[in-house]
């Protein structure tokens, strides 16, 4: 069964970094690309970015671009997001997403993670 | 980017009634290398993640009940839900693959009368 455990809650102050892993489970994790995603309270979401756990080849969106920092480990199938000098507008759920490649590229996202919630608050 | 116009914001309905909510794209989601279209839908119940629902526009994702449907190419997407049923209160998303930044509609509420 596939799964993707991601850690616990944060709260944090204004200015600190905070890194949320995502451990997966039930498949080959270096056979598919984890993505992350950014949801607010009654917000839509927002795509982060995308590590290829074989290779750590990253891309991310702009905006979180200088924010946000993609890793994995690979021999404990975890990823991780490390995010950097904490707004309150970081504030959010945070999600990983394992995503099904098809033809040249990704196609869509079939398993989540349970998300992530990080307060940035002093 | 690609935008995502997503409607309505929210719909308020009957439980046994039919319901299309709709997704367009500002450039076609159509990959020409495989004829695919990398539109996806999810629903997120309150408190809960994102769960796929349809890929490809059209494609149910394994377990999805088939009141579920996705229809559309290129530019413009609808899921349809043929019959509501309690269970389905929740937030719709659609999201495009096409091109990063890969980008999520705003969401459609549903909502029970």
């Known amino acids: 069964e596939v799964q993707l455990h991601q850690s616990g809650a944060e709260l944090v102050k204004p200015g600190v970094s905070v890194k949320i892993s995502c451990k997966a489970s039930g498949y080959s994790f270096t056979s598919y690309n984890m993505h992350w995603v950014k949801q607010r309270p009654g917000q839509a979401v927002e795509w982060i970015g995308v590590?290829?756990?074989?290779?750590?080849?990253?891309d991310y969106n702009g905006k979180f671009r200088g924010k946000v920092t993609l890793t994995v480990d690979k021999s404990s199938s975890t990823a991780f997001m490390q995010l950097g000098s904490l707004t309150p507008e970081d504030t959010a759920v945070y999600y990983c997403?394992?995503?099904?490649?098809?033809?040249?590229?990704?196609?869509?996202?079939?398993?989540w993670g349970p998300g992530t919630m990080v307060t940035v608050s002093s | 980017d690609i935008l995502i116009n997503q409607s309505p914001a929210s719909l308020t309905v009957s439980a046994g009634e039919k319901v299309t909510m709709s997704c367009k794209s500002s450039?076609?989601?159509?990959?020409?290398?495989?004829?695919?279209?990398?539109l996806a839908w999810y629903q997120q119940k309150p408190g809960q993640f994102p769960k796929l629902l349809i890929y490809?526009?059209?494609n149910r994702h394994t377990g999805v009940p088939d009141r579920f449907t996705g229809s559309g190419s290129g530019t413009d997407f609808t899921l349809t839900i043929s019959s509501v049923q309690a269970e389905d209160l929740a937030d719709y998303y659609c999201?495009?693959?096409?091109?990063?930044?890969?980008?999520f509609g705003a969401g459609t509420k549903l909502e029970l009368k």
């Open positions: 997403a394992r995503c099904v490649y098809y033809g040249l590229t990704d196609w869509y996202f079939d398993f």
């Open positions: 490809g526009a059209s």
């Open positions: 999201e495009q693959t096409y091109s990063y930044p890969y980008t």
């Open positions: 450039q076609s989601l159509l990959y020409s290398e495989n004829n695919q279209d990398y």
């Open positions: 590590i290829n756990p074989e290779s750590g080849g990253t």
